[in-house]
């Protein structure tokens, strides 16, 4: 038809869904690993083995999007009873009893799939479709239907019939279930799955560390690896892993020094530390690393420089005793103390409790004492040098200054130069201490080993403690 | 479902073209519950000669459909002067609006099927005939 004759013709409709709606987690960081969350219309499968939350994050979605428009539907079938479901879920902050039979409702379908097996289950979605037009429907567990199948290939029928359904009808399904990994390569809801993302659950020497991770979003981006997660009294709390910032290193570094607060250094280093700079500040047990680190963090806030001083060894007592010595009240504006057992460190959740209070509170000036913390929280060395280099780029990108302690073995500098830490190649600076004792006195020198973008003096030079604090002689 | 045209019921009266079973199931639960006549085709040919008979206040259909495509059924049924006044809605998983509406469709909705979407579109149509053709039949 010419555009003469449509003239005056009224018309409706657009295309649409150029870029999909997204359906939220109920957690951001979920949502962001995640590109914005799930892309609404889509069949996503929930996997994971048994006690790793699978279901509580399928019910923090559903809570989630609860709203006044359609319900969303939770099917229970024949792994948990549906009553024990509901106790166990009133515990967490999410739960809404108002919304229950209203905004979320409840369907068991275990006994009538049992009764009448596997060939009933598109009837019965369908009926609630026409019943109850939810926008999100849930299967739990979609695994156990597997059970009642009398094959694999009947399974197969019903599931491609089940995503027929599901294609045709505007709702976004989630099929949760207790799948091994190898069980993607056979299970046919792997293939008509637009989505996956499972929860896993490792263990880690006496305590557990939990995973969440995508395995697959069609048509959408996502952050790859594993995110560590946190079963809480508010649901599924989940951490993205730490990867390098979009910004290349260099952009908007500021030509800038700042001091070290420890008397001589600067002069050392050639006027400072660069601002945004890492510096590896490494040396045997009391050779004064804490407090060469405490004089920095502690010039800084005196200069204006908020400053994190992140302790994993150091209990917060004694700290803040450390941080009276030098005069300043613990509880100063600016200074920022942050412990955490090494014991039940997960480096997840501190890297994103470290960028939560940078972005806050304006952090200039960081310390992590000690990053030998780090490596025995991490099994994976490859994902611990991942880690600490996308740490140390994304200090540089926000101008924050840092000093990161490491505990060397015996002799020390002196002994010949030897330091095997994993942060050393990745950090701009690396300054050594020593401690010895000669007679009746402790002997402590300092040499700086490597300065990037500058001169700096390479002798090793004794330095003193006093009540002042550390300084160079 | 055959109460057409001029359903004694007064029942407005909707071809589908619809190959899809579930998109046809869910068609039929959404309409016949909002109180249309519902009459199914299962390709453009056989849509084109039951419109022709019928004279349905709409028709709805998918682009690819067998033997006639939904674009094609759209322009002979425009270019009939018999069969100008049906209401045509190109229901499709194609992005293709600005194609229905060169084809002389009345209106254009993308799937899946959002039932709510889908009722305001054909109510709104079927307000549209009653405007222009004081209710008569096409």
């Given amino acids: 038809m010419s555009e003469e004759q449509r003239a005056g013709i ?28 799930f892309p609404a219309h889509s069949i996503n499968i929930i996997m994971g083995e048994p006690g790793t939350g699978k279901t509580l994050f399928a019910q923090q979605l559903v809570f989630h999007n609860a709203g006044d428009d359609r319900p969303i ?59 109850l037009s939810p926008k999100i429907i849930v299967i739990d567990s979609f695994k156990a239907l597997h059970d009642i199948s009398p094959s694999m290939a009947e399974m197969r029928r019903v599931v491609h019939d089940l995503a027929g359904l599901l294609t045709a009808y505007d709702t976004t399904a989630f099929l949760v279930g207790e799948y091994a990994g190898d069980q993607m390569a056979t299970h046919p809801e792997f293939v008509v799955a637009d989505g996956i993302v499972e929860l896993l659950r490792h ?53 800038e020094r700042v001091s070290t607060g420890v ?16 510096t590896l500040l490494g040396g045997p047990t009391g050779a004064g690393k804490t407090t060469v680190a405490l004089q920095f963090t502690l010039d800084g806030v005196r200069r204006g420089e908020p400053g994190l001083y992140v302790h994993l060894e150091e209990n917060p007592t004694q700290l803040s005793f450390l941080v009276e010595g030098f ?43 000690a990053v030998g913390d780090l490596v025995t929280a991490v099994r994976d060395p490859q994902r611990l040098h991942d880690y600490l280099y996308a740490l140390s780029q994304h200090f540089a990108v926000n101008g924050v200054t840092a000093i990161v302690t490491f505990e060397t073995a015996r002799p020390g500098i002196t002994g010949g130069y030897s330091i095997d830490a994993p942060f050393s190649h990745l950090s701009d600076n690396i300054i050594l201490l020593e401690a010895g004792i000669a007679g009746d006195r402790t002997h402590r020198k300092l040499r700086v080993i490597k300065t990037r973008g500058s001169a700096h003096d390479p002798t090793v030079r004794e330095v003193e403690i006093t009540s002042e604090g550390i300084g160079i002689l | 479902m055959t109460d057409s045209p001029g359903s004694p019921e007064g029942r407005a009266t909707i071809v589908v073209v619809e190959r899809d079973p579930h998109v046809r199931v869910l068609e039929t639960l959404f309409l016949t519950e909002a109180g249309y006549a519902v009459e199914f085709a299962d390709d ?19 682009i690819m459909v067998p033997k006639l495509d939904g674009l094609a059924l759209c322009r002979l049924l425009k270019e ?12 499709s998983i194609l992005t293709a609006s600005a194609r229905a509406r060169d084809a002389g469709a009345d209106a254009f909705l993308r799937k899946p099927l959002a039932e709510q979407k889908l009722l305001d579109t054909v109510e709104q149509l079927l307000a549209r005939r009653r405007d222009t053709s004081g209710g008569e039949s096409a």
């Fill in chain 2, 80 to 91: 009939d002067p018999a069969t100008r006044g049906i209401m045509v809605l190109i229901f």
């Fill in chain 1, 10 to 37: 009224p018309f409706t409709g657009v295309d649409e869904d150029a870029e999909p709606t997204r359906i939220s987690t109920g957690t951001s960081s979920a949502d962001r690993i995640l590109g914005g969350g």
């Fill in chain 2, 44 to 62: 453009g040919a056989a849509a084109l000669e039951k419109a022709r008979q019928l004279r349905p206040d709409l028709l709805i259909t998918e």
């Fill in chain 1, 327 to 369: 005069g300043m009240d613990p509880e100063s504006p600016g200074l920022h103390l942050l412990y955490h057992s090494p014991v039940e460190l997960q480096i997840d959740s501190l890297v994103d409790e470290i960028f939560g209070l940078i972005r806050e509170r304006g952090v200039k000036r960081i310390v992590i004492d």
């Fill in chain 1, 263 to 278: 008397g001589g250094l600067d002069e050392m280093l050639g006027g400072g530390l660069w601002r945004g700079s890492t």
């Fill in chain 1, 73 to 131: 539907l939770y099917v229970t079938t024949l792994s948990e009873p549906l009553g024990k479901v509901v106790k166990y879920l009133q515990k967490f902050e999410f739960f809404d009893e108002s919304r229950m039979g209203t905004a979320v409702i409840y369907e068991e379908a275990g006994t009538e799939l049992a009764e009448k097996g596997i060939g009933a289950l598109v009837p019965m979605v369908t009926e609630w479709i026409g019943r």
């Fill in chain 1, 203 to 255: 263990e880690t020497g006496m305590r557990d560390d939990r995973f969440f991770r995508v395995r697959k979003l069609r048509g959408s981006s996502y952050r790859e690896g594993l995110h560590a997660l946190r079963l809480t009294a508010g649901g599924v709390k989940i951490f993205r892993r730490l990867v390098s910032p979009e910004k290349p290193r260099g952009y908007a570094i500021v030509r």
